[in-house]
Structure formats: C-alpha cells, structure tokens
C-alpha cells in the first residue's frame, strides 16, 4: 500500500469523527464559525486541525465553509461536494451526519479486510524468515560438517546447497535488485496511463476481479446516496462519483456516463454502457431515478454488494490460509528431507571407520 493511500486512509478516519461533531454541535445552535473553531481545537489529527484552523480564519473574513475546504487540496472532494450542498439547501447538520454514516462505513470495510489480511500476511512472512534463516545460516553450517566425513549429498540437499550458496554470495545483489524494481514499479504506477491500465487488470484477474468488481459497484452505490440526499444534480453527482471510486478504470467509466446522462438517458441506460457493474445496480439505479428515491435505493445498494465483496474476499483468505499452511509445511518437509539423509550417511561413514 502506497503511502499516500495510507495518508488518506487517516484523513477519513478523522473526517468521519469530524463530521459526526459537526452535525451535534450544529444541532444545538451553535454557529458554524464558532463550531469549525471548536472542532478544529478537539481533532486530534494533526493536518485536519491545520485544515480547520485555516478555514475558521477564512470563515471570519466572508469565506464559506465549503470554500475554505476545496482551498486544501487534502480534503476529498465528495465532502466539499456535500458541505457545499448543505450551505446552500441549509440542511448542514443532516449532510453531516450522511457523511459520517458514509465515512463509517469505508472505514469499517478497511478495518475488516485489515484483520482479515494479518494472519496470512503474518503466515506468509514468518515462512521467509524461517527459510532465510535455515538457508543462509544452518545449511552451510552443515554442508562444512558432511564434507568432512565424506558424506555423499542426496540431490535434494545439494538443491538446497545451491540456493544457500546463491543467497549467501549474491543475497545483496539479489535483495538490491528487488527493491530497485519494486520501487521502478511504485514510481511506474504513479504515471496515469500505467494506474489506468493496472486497474483494468485487476478487473479480469481471476476472484479478485470479481472482488474487485463487487468494492467498485460498493463505493459507486454508497457515493451517488450521499451526493443525492445532498441534492446535487445527477451530472455533477456523476463526476464527483467517478473520483471517488479507488478503481481508476471503474472511476473513469463512470466519468463517461456524465455525458450520457447530459445527452437525455436515464441514469439505469447509461449505467448498462459500464461492463465493470453489476446489472442488479443498474437496474436499481434505474427505479431509485425514476420513483424519486436514488438516495435511499442507492444506500441499500451499496450495503448489499459491500457484504457481497467482504463475503467473497473472506471466503478467498479461508482458501489462502490452509493453502499457506501446506505450503510451510512441504517446505519443512523438504528441509528434513534434505538434512536427516545426509546425517544418516554421515552416521553410516562414522560407524564404517570405526
């Protein structure tokens, strides 16, 4: 995970407390300036502290809130959408709380896809340090004492003879060239056209794909609900959807609907031209738009393929987790293997020269 993406990870984390603040205190009367001061003073991030600090001083020389906000390039632009919505309609307090309701649930999907990674991250990492260690310190160690008795190598330990070799004479080299790589790729990813095609790819990969596929309907349905309580028209709705969506291949079909929807076709027609969606969310978009009700259909929506994606992601890490575990285990096998044979010919040199 990228380390700007961690960044705006913490960001919502704070957004979402923030928001939930604002909409209590504006309950209770107390005016917006006073309450952008109050709040920036309780946060206990450091950067949206600056950010509200900063808008609480353009507030007080004529500047709106939402104004102030789209000033800091850090603050996402569905939230400036909403607050800007909120001004005018004069229903800040309950966009407010949409927004917290909308940032607790992004939030809450992390946190759990978090957990579910630990172990088989955990799994995965202590295997190459076991491997590492046997590799690089206990096969040389044995292969010194073998050779001076005379003990003939089975092909499997003269296998792991060369690796360890390989590791311990050229490991720098190799870990050096990994990390350049990896960090060529990092630097390759930040390009726009390599993003865009990288996320197109993730679309096709095998479950993932689907996974993948599931989270984008997910942020699309949980977007276009906010943005619509928020009364935003359906184009500008559009457009803030498509930057929202993490998938920047999903994100940008999204984008390309705004002129579907501008040309005259329904928000469900121009959906169907997205082959990245579900068509349930299509044809749901479709009644939500036409009964009136898109805010409402649209948070059912998004909490029905949200379970759907943590469901789905789930029963992968089920499936990674033994598969994980027989893998350890073949290795562990393939290291006795390789190292009792041995000592049972070094034991059977001993016993012959005596």
């Known amino acids: 995970m990228s380390l700007e993406r961690l960044h705006t990870q913490k960001l919502e984390r704070a957004l979402q407390f923030a928001a939930s603040q604002f909409a209590a205190v504006l309950r209770v009367g107390i005016p ?18 600056r950010i509200l600090t900063d ?45 917290h309701t909308y940032y607790e649930g992004r939030n809450a999907v992390r946190e759990k896809v978090r957990a579910a990674m630990q172990y088989p991250v955990f799994l995965g990492i ?57 960090f060529g790729l990092a630097l390759l990813r930040r390009t726009k056209r390599c993003a865009l095609l990288l996320s197109k790819c993730s679309l096709y990969l095998p479950l993932i794909g689907r996974i993948t596929r599931l989270r984008a309907a997910a942020q699309f349905a949980d977007a276009v609900s906010l943005l619509s309580f928020a009364k935003l028209t359906l184009p500008e709705t559009l457009r803030v959807t498509g930057r929202v969506i993490e998938n920047r291949a999903v994100g940008a079909r999204v984008a390309r609907t705004v002129d579907f929807v501008e040309a005259g076709s329904s928000l469900g027609q121009a959906l169907r031209e997205n082959p990245f969606f579900p068509k349930t969310l299509c044809e749901m978009a479709g009644i939500g738009e036409s009964t009136g009700t898109l805010a409402s259909t ?55 020269s005596m």
């Open 55 to 99: 808008c609480a001083q353009k507030i007080s020389v004529g500047y709106s809130f939402s104004q102030s906000l789209a000033l800091h390039c850090e603050i996402p632009e569905i939230f400036c959408g909403a607050v800007r919505a909120g001004e005018t309609s004069g229903r800040l307090a309950e966009i407010f709380d949409s927004l």
């Open 126 to 182: 202590l295997g190459c340090v076991v491997a590492a260690i046997v590799l690089v310190c206990l096969v040389p160690s044995m292969t010194t004492v073998l050779s001076a008795f005379g003990a003939e190598l089975p092909n499997a330990a003269k296998m792991l003879v060369a690796i360890s070799q390989f590791l311990t004479e050229k490991g720098w080299y190799l870990a050096a060239t990994a990390t350049a790589v990896l």
């Open 298 to 352: 649209m948070q059912i929506a998004g909490s029905a393929f949200g379970k759907e994606a943590l469901a789905l992601q789930e029963r992968m890490l089920n499936m990674l987790e033994p598969t994980l575990i027989v893998l350890v285990g073949l290795f562990v096998a393939f290291l006795v293997f390789s190292v009792y044979v041995p000592m049972f010919s070094l034991y059977d040199a001993i016993g012959f």
């Open 32 to 49: 917006l300036s006073d309450a952008v001061t109050l709040i920036a003073s309780q946060t206990a991030d450091k950067r949206l502290r």
